[in-house]
Each structure stands twice: as structure tokens, then as C-alpha cells.
């Protein structure tokens, strides 16, 4: 059994209520499951499939996005959303109606979007067609407002397949599927599975990123709490999820009800499982940072780059060096799950703590007390490690300094969009110049 598997037997004993979870790495073999092909009662979170209809009909040509809609007085729907709340006859477009479906969760746009798609059995038809069991919709929203529980009945497996047949290409074309997820990115409740998570909606690229992003759509009602959806990890990685819980003993709509929390503790727990862990090298890891090297050098060679470490076989950096980095504690290495180990780098922090840096062709524009990064190198199977290694020195220290080499275009784009500048020119022991560069943002997000 996986730390994962281990950390979320430990969550769901504890957990009351009826619960469900399945996870899939959209691309890769891991797949989590806990009760996942029971059906549960969904909430809002049938949406999805609303939403995923009314886009295939779009595409056909049989409805436009564009067009405008008005919202009338017999469609409107009690409980979530905005439009109850509006006065009948305000034009929508097609799009504004999705929009506020998702977002909000408006279940007068909800049952407006039903009828755009073609009705309830159309929206079936629409998840058949796709192959995807164990996931329907019953009927559209009743306008008393009353127990939704009928709603629909699916299980967590059925929304990540559906989900992952959505994001991979099989339900809508690629301008289609853009303009799904693009929306649900836009969802406004992302306190359940995502309430722990650093997503990109509360921190600003250029503050840092990137960060993970949530493309998902919950669903609550009396004892039902429900999230499903997409998340992307700062490396890139896609992960699929669904988390259904019924017969919560909690009744309350609060931002602490016991079951949103239960959620929250899922996510935080992947998250942190998965999003990839920085830590010390340790002595039985140099082989595989040897590896790592001469791919970073195999890479550099055929990139335009092949003097900044030289000879593919016998170049920098030295195994010495980097047995030397080991010993004094500042080499690092980026470990996804599993162990595997997909990034490296030397970082060290204090006052002039790189001689090369203490005479430069330009002018720093900081003070003596500084990180360095050195020596960072990916093997390439996980994307954005890199660019992960360089966050984490950003959180470690306020104010870095960097250099590499001129033809080194890949890591001089990162530094860019991470916002280093660009300070003149240093010379390395032997010599050789190298561009350099700084970064004075403080210690970000900690």
C-alpha cells in the first residue's frame, strides 16, 4: 500500500456518512478508488454533463454560444444562483447561461441550459455516446426548490471518466473542450477539494507561479456534499477526481460543514502527495543525479547549448562536485511520488556566499545577502520541475542571484517569466563568462 493509500485509509475511517472517492492521473497508471463505482446522489455537481452537452450541440451548429437568450419569468428556479433573484426578461447569451450555471451554480441557468441542450435525454444520450457508465441526470430542477436528492445519481468513477473523456479530446473538439474548461475554471466554490490548495486564483503569475490549477464543479444540499473535476499541478501533471459524500450527519451549510472539510483534508492530503517534495540529496542518490546531469547535458548539445557543461560523457558538473555538494548539505533534489527523482540543484543562502559573483561586468542590484542556485538540472520526465526547483529557492530566500550561460535560452525564458533581471556579466573561476541575474521579491507565499 502507497503513503497515499495509507494517509487516506487513516481519513476515510474516521470519516460518517456515506463516501466515495476516485482519483485518476490523466496519462499514467495511477488510479485511487474508494467505493467508486456506488452511486451517489450529486447535487449540483451534474452540471458537468449540462455543460458538456449544450458545448457538442454548439459545435454542431445547432445552437451559437453568442446568441442571445431571454430569461423568463416560468423558468425560474429556487436556491442557487442569481437569477431568481433577477427580473424576468434580462437577455442572456447561450454563454452567459453556462457561465452562471457553473459558476454560481444558478439553477435557473441549470434548467435554461437543459432545454438549449435538447432536454434530459439528450444529455444522456450525450454521456452514452462517450461510453461513460454509472453517470446520468434524472430531470431538471424543480421549481418549489425542494429535496434535490433524485437529481441525479452518479458514481465518483462515472464523473472522472466523463471528465477525463472531456479533457482528453473524446466528447469535444479542442476549441470545445478549451471553452469547458475555461469555464469551470471560473467556478467560484473551490473550498472543498481545493480549500487547501495554492491555486492560481488567489496568487498572481507574476507573483511567483505557476500554481495548481482547479477546474471543477461542487455540489451541496441537507447531508450531500460533492466535488468533481480536474487538477493541474504546477509541473503539469492532470489529475481527475471525484469525491461524493451522502447521509453526512452534518446538516449545516457552513464553510466548516464536516463533510466539506473531509473533502478539503482528501485534497490537501494528494496535493501533498503528489505535487512533487523537495529535500536534501542524500549520498545514496548520486547516481541517480549523475544520471540527471548527463541528460541535462545530452539536452544542452541539442539545444544550441553544448559548452555550458561541456563534454556530454565527462562534463560538468564533476561527480566530485557533486559528491562535495552532498556532503555539505546543499545539493537538493525534486522526488515525485513513488521516489523517483526528477530534478537537482545546489542552493545555499547567506552573505557573499559565491566568490564569482563579487566582481561583475554590469552592477547587482541588491544587497551581499543572497541565495544562489546552481547546477539545476531535470531529466525531463516531469514538467516544470525545473521551474519548481527555482520556486522553492524563491520561497527559501527573498533575494537570488542566478547566472548561466548565454545560449542557455530554456532556463534564461523561465528566469524571465519568474521575473529575474538581467544584471550584467560574471566570470567563473576559469573564466568563462556567464549572464547573470537577480531576483529581489521577498520570501513568497510561505
Known amino acids: 500500500m502507497s503513503e497515499f493509500n495509507e494517509k487516506m485509509a487513516v481519513l476515510l475511517k474516521e470519516a460518517s456518512g456515506r463516501i466515495g472517492v476516485s482519483i485518476h492521473g490523466i496519462g499514467t497508471s495511477f488510479h485511487y478508488a474508494w467505493q467508486e463505482d456506488e452511486l451517489f446522489s450529486t447535487a449540483s455537481t451534474m452540471k458537468l454533463m449540462v455543460l458538456g452537452t449544450l458545448l457538442e450541440k454548439c459545435q454542431s451548429g445547432e445552437e ?166 480536474i487538477l493541474v499541478l504546477p509541473d503539469g501533471r492532470e489529475y481527475a477526481y471525484a469525491v461524493m459524500i451522502n447521509d453526512s450527519p452534518d446538516p449545516s451549510y457552513a464553510l466548516t460543514n464536516e463533510s466539506a472539510m473531509l473533502i478539503a483534508k482528501i485534497g490537501q492530503t494528494f496535493y501533498e502527495q503528489f505535487a512533487g517534495k523537495i529535500r536534501h540529496a542524500r549520498m545514496e542518490d548520486l547516481p541517480e543525479l549523475l544520471r540527471i546531469y548527463r541528460t541535462a547535458r545530452e539536452f544542452m548539445a541539442a539545444s544550441g547549448n553544448p559548452a555550458q557543461w561541456g563534454d556530454i560523457e565527462n562534463g560538468n558538473p564533476q561527480p566530485e562536485r557533486v559528491r562535495q555538494d552532498i556532503l555539505d548539505q546543499d545539493s537538493y533534489v525534486y522526488v515525485t511520488e513513488g521516489g523517483h527523482i526528477a530534478a537537482a540543484f545546489y542552493y545555499v543562502e547567506g552573505e557573499k556566499v559565491e566568490p564569482t559573483y563579487q566582481t561583475i561586468e554590469g552592477a547587482w542590484t541588491g544587497s551581499d545577502v543572497y541565495g544562489v542556485v546552481h547546477r539545476i538540472a531535470s531529466d525531463g520526465t516531469v514538467k516544470g520541475a525545473g521551474r519548481a526547483c527555482l520556486l522553492w529557492a524563491m520561497k527559501q530566500s527573498g533575494h537570488l542571484r542566478i547566472d548561466t550561460h548565454e545560449n542557455n535560452r530554456p532556463m534564461r525564458h523561465v528566469l524571465e517569466q519568474l521575473g529575474f533581471t538581467f544584471c550584467g556579466t560574471i566570470r567563473l573561476a576559469n573564466g568563462d563568462p556567464r549572464i547573470a541575474f537577480e531576483w529581489e521579491g521577498g520570501r513568497i507565499h510561505e
Open 64 to 229: 451559437d454560444l453568442g446568441r442571445f437568450i431571454t430569461y423568463r419569468a416560468e423558468e425560474r428556479v429556487g436556491g442557487s444562483g442569481i437569477l431568481c433573484d433577477l427580473t424576468p426578461g434580462l437577455s442572456l447569451t447561450v454563454r452567459d447561461t453556462a457561465v452562471l450555471m457553473i459558476i454560481l451554480s444558478d439553477n435557473t441557468a441549470t434548467n435554461m441550459c437543459i432545454d438549449l441542450s435538447g432536454g434530459v435525454d439528450a444529455v444522456n444520450e450525450h454521456i452514452f455516446r462517450l461510453g461513460v457508465k454509472g453517470c446520468s441526470i434524472n430531470r431538471k430542477l424543480i421549481s418549489d426548490g425542494s429535496d434535490d436528492r433524485n437529481l441525479s445519481d452518479t458514481s465518483p468513477r462515472g464523473f472522472v471518466d466523463y471528465l477525463t473523456a472531456v479533457r482528453t479530446g473524446k466528447a469535444l473538439n479542442e476549441e470545445y473542450t478549451k471553452i469547458f474548461f475555461d469555464i469551470l475554471r471560473l467556478q467560484r466554490y473551490k473550498d472543498m477539494f481545493g480549500r487547501y490548495l495554492p491555486l492560481e486564483d488567489f496568487f498572481e503569475e507574476e507573483d511567483g507561479g505557476p500554481y495548481a490549477v482547479l477546474m471543477n464543479k461542487t455540489g451541496f444540499m441537507l447531508g450531500v456534499r460533492t466535488d468533481a473535476g
